[in-house]
């Protein structure tokens, strides 16, 4: 995890300060009570969505794999033979395959735990937790590939295409606010969420919208912020290095706070003294509940949670924070972890390999602590990413593309399945735009997002402000689940 400057830690914790004390406006509140009425939902459960952002854009059909032999083959003939010179394809006899009803399918060999996971086998024995999400993407609007490669050559300039596709930035901007079409003020779906849930749902002052992956834009809305915290807790000018005492950061973290307790005749100097030093004790706040007894998982699910494994320590701390949500008065949370470094336009199937076994261990842990503590149904985690990547090598790795699969899972989840059309691998084929098998997305992400905020509490009646180009592509007063992953 790289260091951070105090100007940046000011503003990750400002950016805290805001997200725990944003009140919301009038007319939001209005429209929650009118839709909690209509949804006529439980007024105390709990729940949780988790976010994995994979930064850099995953080679995802390196991850789920055609394993029926003549799928497979089009999948090895497109992506470069097993063992050939710059060869992409994984050797179908070392694919992890899945069982029915996706028996036609297999995963990565790093995958052991994803494996166990979607067959209900091993640690998940008789609980098929996750299932997959095929060929998902960034639309505005439903459009074939005609309509595509018109408009990129130029014809039917009006039709409505996500902005600056293939760019990381852009994509990642996408997927976070989904409002592929751009927005003047920036707002991410989990911020619209939270300021359309939060205030009903939640009593504490700590924000629903909890970031370990530093500050996003998924989770700001137009009256909700982030609270950024890390594996170890909150953000605060406390905390001691080690070594001698008084050492250099205590020093530095006492002089701060001795800034924050000034009166300052400046009324900009004066209100970001008063910011920062809410920000500040609402960590120490929530840093106290983080170390309290309550937190604790207990010595059998630490020792679930691989040391070195960054991201199995930063999943641990989204486990402790979820157990603690009625000390914090959080019914309804939000979650987003960041795992960087997929952007594999060389030493594909080395890194990915490492990557994977990484993220497989880490995924695994963190389920099987929520199974051993009872909160497997109240948590669905869902993968997200840049973008797809290209089906054909470039010669070592592969380059940005679009649509791609994702994983979602959770007790709630109805796994073992793959959701939406896994699409023709076929270079130049219906579902290739282009450019090395770029594949035009067969599911929306408004879809995807759709089934996940329909069952964290959103109401038909507020699903188009949280995603506010749902109805191109499902009826939210329809009464049907957008795709079907989410169990009744």
Known sequence: MKPISRRGFLKQLNCAAIGSSAILNTLLNLKLANSVAAQGGPLNDHKALVCIFLSGGIDSFNWLVPWESSAYNTYAITRGPFGSGGGLALDRNALRQLTAPAANYGLHPACANLQAMA????????????????????????????????????????????????????????????????????????????DILHSYYNTGNNSMSISLGGNNVFQVGNSTQQFVITPSGALSFEGNTGGANPNPLQLKNAALRNTLDQTYANLLTESFSQLTRHSDEAQLLFQSQFDSANAQLG?????????????????????????????????????????GGWDHHSELLNTQAGMLSVLDAAVGAYQQALETLGLQDDVITFTASDFGRTLRSNGRGTDHAWGGNALVFGGKVDGGKIFGSYPDLTLDGPDDVGRGGRLLPGVSADLYFAELLRWFGVSAGNMSYVLPNVANFWNPNSGSAPLGFVLS
């Open 299 to 339: 010595g059998a699910v630490d020792a679930l949670f691989p040391p070195a494994n960054y991201v199995a320590t930063t999943l641990k701390a989204v486990v402790k924070t979820i157990k603690i949500r009625s000390q914090l008065g959080l019914r309804r949370q939000t979650f987003f972890v960041q795992y």
């Open 119 to 194: 067959n209900g086998t091993g640690a998940f024995a008789g609980k098929r937790r996750l299932a997959f999400v095929a060929n998902v993407g960034t639309l505005v609007q439903p459009i074939t590939k005609a309509q595509f490669n018109a408009w990129e050559n130029g014809q039917n300039a009006a039709l409505p295409v996500p902005k600056a596709l293939f760019s990381h930035s852009d994509q990642i901007e996408q997927w976070q606010t989904a409002v592929p079409q751009g927005l003047t003020q920036l707002s991410g779906w989990a911020g619209r969420c939270a």
